[in-house]
């Protein structure tokens, strides 16, 4: 069965400092993997897409990295901010162009 | 419009009622899809429309639920008899090519229904 596991589930870290987020999935085929960033009470919003080939993907301060062989992907936020205080979803396009979503991660950032 | 759109933001049903959900894709988008989030959970799959045609209504939790896009463009999701598990934000995506995973995929704001 495809899935797509986040962890942790949920974090707390203090304005400024780094986080990383991971994901784990067993989805085959793979087409791509995304990162999706949900503000409370909007849709998700990308971040990334990563194919096959990519390992690392930047977008402002957010860091994306994939392992294909052990299908491993992690998102690295730095110097963190207020505004980054959101869910945090991992997602895998497989086999027939569908999509696979892991539960997320909670990211709260104090000042 | 520029974005995904949903209506009506926020639904307050009391159990047993009727609700209908509106997404307004944008605009040329073929595939519509609809998700059901829980809170604190990622969105799961309810169904999904190429143009006019359901593909796929697998992830629709029971016969209570009816999903519908009768011009290829505006789609409406119907809960009936609705009860309280049925409490959920309701997502609506959609993308310019078939399936999920084409790039432009877009998701709408969603709709928060609570039932009491």
New interface residues.
Partial sequence: KNQ?EQSP?SLIILEGKNCTLQCNYTVSPF??LRWYKQDT??????LT?MTFSENTKSNGRYTATLDADTKQSSLHITASQLSDSASY?CVV??A????T????T?LMVKP | GAG?SQSPRYKVAKRGQDVALRCDPISGHVSLFWYQQAL??????LTYFQNEAQLDKSGLPSDRFFAERPEGSVSTLKIQRTQQEDSAVY?C?SSPR??????G?T????T?LTVV
Avoid at chain 1, 41 to 46: D, L, N
Avoid at chain 1, 96 to 99: A, K
Avoid at chain 2, 40 to 45: N, V
Avoid at chain 2, 98 to 103: A, E, I, T
């Fill in positions: 797509v589930q087409s791509n009470g909007r849709g998700p919003v990308s897409i979803i396009n497989g027939g162009n569908m999509l979503f892991g539960g997320g909670r | 995904v604190g959970q990622g969105p799961e799959f997502l995506a078939q399936g999920q995973g084409s790039y995929y998701f709408g704001s969603g928060r």
